[in-house]
């Protein structure tokens, strides 16, 4: 699915792998949530699972031809593992892209587990948890969005990352 530079890509990770993903990152998120964000996480450096994104950053570059055309390099980074306790959402209306993160390109998530609720849009769109789902959209204003609260009050997990410009030499 694709619109309004939006692209969902299901089945990108198995239940499996989402499940590894859950037990080797949950154990080394910093606890005590902070208050505005609501998720307790775990900042990924090097993560085992590029390999698995890399295909659907293509076919967004493939998508949205003009994307390609920024007079700057960028790649993707790091991702940061979420948790969400029963309960908690981060609920504030928010882009990616402000004066402390002006290289960020695009957003990139990977929903963890199922539920019925997911990444809201101003537009009133919204990007369902679907466990193994990879949805990419731009950083910016354009694409202010919150997350939901789960009605079913279960545990939620997610990864975010980002595509980012960079300078040559800096971080390759």
Partial sequence: MSKNFILIKDKIFSKKECKHIINTYSKNCVKGEKPLFGYNFYDIKIFEHYDKIAPVVKE?????????????????????????????????WHSEHAISYLARVLNVQVYLSDHNCGTEFLDHKTIKSVIGRVAIFPSYFTHTHRGQVCPENKNRYILTGYMEFYEKGLRE
């Avoid at 991702?79 to 609920?91: C, I, L, S, W």
């Fill in 60 to 92: 967004y570059q493939e998508t949205f031809k003009g994307i390609e055309m920024t007079p700057s390099k960028w790649r993707l980074g790091g991702f940061r593992f979420k948790h969400f306790k029963p309960g908690k959402n981060y609920d504030c």
